[in-house]
RNA sequence: GGGCCCGUAGCCUAGCUUGGAUAAGGCGACAGCCUUCUAAGCUGUAGAUCGUGGGUUCAAAUCCCUCCGGGCCCA
């Protein structure tokens, strides 16, 4: 990668010398495309220093006004009410983009190759994966796109409860209630999920006995009972395959997969408890009502129980081993073995107890950076972990809990599945009263809807590629939906509204996508010896502008671990685009214009193509 | 008892980190644009006391405090 290849940082660089203060000091006084003020960008600097300088407004604007104006990448300045409204140098502006441009332009070095750990999914191995798991995975794997492409190397590990009531659950089914272990012609994760894991629970209030049963499988599973042991393994191994070729469908690839039984197996919370004690983290409490109990204070003096005073860890002790795993602060690695091979040809590790398979393996953990995409519901025991490793890492770690909101049922869609009304604007899923959505069943019938639309608007292609366009699509839709909005809001979801097809979002990313291919496709033409070309149409401009503010806005969504800032900007460069399009032949254009549009059209489409991808987006040709 | 998250047109959202000009999109409604590189597109109209009240500031959707509504967690 080029030593800078943040085309903005460049030209804000130069601007920031030239006024004498950093990049980080100007950038709160700019603000971009600010046209229908004047200008492609503004200054509200003058603002400020018209108050600490004690002068006028005009003398302040005016002061930086002259410094500006020698810039090359400058062509006018006009002062308006203190502001600084500036236009760009279109043709260095060209000239820039042009000589840092290649396939993957947008990312840069930003995160100098430091190791980051995301942990996300983690969907307990009973069930198909539904689609409030579906906003997890597609978060987390739109994070780690978004971080490989900004220089950061990614380790992507997600966590399975094998160990767990759910599993319990279904053993008791298999065992006490005579349900097979498989059942023809259903997926395994539904069949787990949709009947034997909603029977048991059913049947919990019919014959309570069975609870006992559940509590003896959780025993006999803590202490590795053979017999137990196997039947957990072989269900767990195979449930969790069929979620994963979910993901996969999804788009969405692991690098390791960790169990829960293997940290226990490996006693790292016995570890983990006597680096504390030793290090003065947590400490045996004398008097009071928490006499007994090993506690940890938090910075907000609240003493937080880590072990009880008979002896058993509250269900934070184990995040906590498991994190310090992660950021490498105590002694001890799993041992690991190579599992299956992924759709996309790669590798996915998982630990393991046998020492016979143990291979050369990829050192997953010892990183700096720790992203844990979890529920918000979690938050309190992720603010204890976290402060914890922040004392024990001397503030060198960064354990970061991102944490997201549930996917929640409107009305409507809630009461088709059975929730009897309630006055509520949502309702919550539910696993075990079968009130969830599973994500392989959403897909199946978007995609169908989607298949109608595609095959009445391409006569020409064959149903074949009509299914894969239908397929792509519906998969780019749920994903983009999953990511553009603010991953603290809960997130109603409405069958109906979901299936109707008429949301701009990715859709109309992709049509933008297609609509580019389609340009590039007609001209038929090498796109070769492109100059600038004078008198750029206004939105021209515009195109050229965003492509230049394009890897800024990767890397400062990967500082800020923003994914809507890049769906924002993949929405409002298609519809720059689309203005070009309208009124903007390419085809019709000749000579020097048409080899500069062409070639805008094909850098739009590097630029779109490229902020597609993080979002789970699948870039189309034809749609 | 303590703590966390959310509140922006009828509906869904962006903007809040880093205060700055006329609060930006989409859905829905209404009115237009296909003999022209894909109309899954484009253009226009109507629609917002930015939950409430106060404070800081030359300037508040944005920062601070109060309260209200919704969701969640700890004990």
Sequence with gaps: MEENSNTTKIVMDDLAKRLGITLEELKPFLTHKTYRYGGDFSITKALKDAKSEGISLDAAAEKIKKQLESSPFISRIEITKGYVNCWYNYKNLFNLIINTLNESYGGTDYGKGERVMIEHTSVNPNKAIHIGHLRNAAIGDSLSKLLKSTGYEVIVTTYTDDTGAQVADNIVGIKFLGMPAEEKGIKLDHYFGDKVYIKVNESYKTDPSLLEKRSDILKAIENRDKEISKLVEGMVGKVLRAQLETMWRFGVFYDLINYESHILAYKFWDNAFNLLKEKGEIKLENEGEKKGCWIFQKADGEKKIIVRSDGTVVYAGKDIAYAMWKHGLMEGDFKYRRWITQSNGKTLWTTTLDDSETENHPKFNDVDRSINIIDITQSYEQEVVKEIIDKLSGGKAHYIHYEYAVVALSPETAKKLGVKEEDKDFFRMSGRKGIYINADDLIDRLKQVILQETKSRNKDLSEEECEKIAESLSISILRYEMVRTDPKKILVFDMDEALRLESKGAIYIEYTLSRMSGILRNAAEKIEDV?????????????????????????????????????????????????????????????????????????????????????????????
Aim: hydrophobic share 40%; proline share 2%; glycine share 4%.
């Design 531 to 623: 100059g600038y070309k004078d008198d750029l149409t206004d939105q021209e401009k515009k195109l050229l502008l965003d492509i230049f503010l394009f890897p800024d806005i990767v890397e400062s969504a990967a500082r800020d671990l923003n994914l809507t800032a890049i769906s924002n900007f993949a929405s409002e460069f298609s519809s720059d685009f689309n203005e070009f399009y309208r009124d903007n032949s390419v085809i019709k254009s000749e000579g020097r214009e048409r080899k500069f549009r062409l070639w805008l059209v094909n850098t739009s489409r590097t630029v779109l193509k490229n902020a597609s991808e993080i979002l789970g987006i699948i870039p189309l040709d034809r749609m």
